[in-house]
């Protein structure tokens, strides 16, 4: 079992739609990461999180460390949000080592 | 500009050669780090290295080994590229007197025939 899982693997909206993905750990954390990535591959970090709600304009992400479980929001979703959205936990004890989920795909259509 | 870059961005290869490929930063960070990327698999670590004398192995190092010629400047080879290395590579640094948030170079996509 992944130490860290996200749902969906796939996710299909149409614009100005309510998206949310899933992120659940099974470890001890000291912090949960939200990552983008574009195609083209590159990869820019969205939310760094560990504990409550933070918010980015569209961008919200939660995190409820009892329950081990983040979620990342986008409100009226656009095209130009499409990309792999990575979720990644930065375990307990550790200050350096980052663990990934496998990436959600979002497609939005116009 | 960017905070970190990579070269090359693309690169193919043959069974059997030496890569390099190179990552440089600007952004000051003593931590550096290199990951690859597979479809369907996440992020996995190959080495990190907290300063220009510490380097250490990740989950994945088989096969690949690493310099750290300055602060900036943080390498990966592959001594003898085999198929099952072509992936997508990423460098990445962080900071941690600050938040240990980790920024990525854009990535290297390697094929090896």
């Known amino acids: 079992k992944n130490e860290v899982e996200q749902s969906p693997q796939n996710l299909t909206a149409q614009e100005g739609e309510f998206i949310t993905i899933n992120c659940s750990y099974s470890?001890?954390?000291?912090?949960l990461h939200w990552l983008q990535q574009h195609p083209g591959g590159g990869i820019v970090s969205l939310f760094m999180l560990s504990s409550g709600k933070k918010k980015h304009g569209r961008l919200i992400a939660t995190i409820n460390i009892q329950e081990k479980h983040s979620s990342l929001h986008i409100t009226a979703s656009h095209p130009r949000d499409s990309a792999v959205y990575i979720c990644a936990v930065r375990q307990g004890g550790s200050n350096y080592k980052l663990t990934f989920g496998k990436g959600t795909l979002l497609t939005v259509n116009p | 500009d960017a905070d970190v870059t990579q070269t090359p961005r693309n690169r193919i290869t043959k069974t059997g050669k030496r890569i390099m490929l190179e990552c440089s930063q600007t952004?000051?960070?003593?931590?550096m780090y290199w990951y690859r990327q597979d479809p369907g698999l996440g992020l996995r670590l190959i080495y990190y290295s907290f300063d220009v004398k510490d380097i250490n192995k990740g989950e994945i190092s088989d096969g690949y080994s690493v310099s750290r010629q300055a602060q900036a400047k943080f390498s990966l080879s592959l001594e003898s590229a085999i198929p099952n290395q072509t992936a997508l590579y990423f460098c990445?640094?962080?900071?941690?007197?600050?938040?240990?948030?980790?920024?990525f170079g854009p990535g290297t996509r390697l094929t090896v025939l």
């Open positions: 952004k000051g960070h003593d931590r």
């Open positions: 990445a640094t962080s900071d941690p007197t600050r938040t240990h948030e980790q920024f």
């Open positions: 470890v001890g954390i000291s912090a």
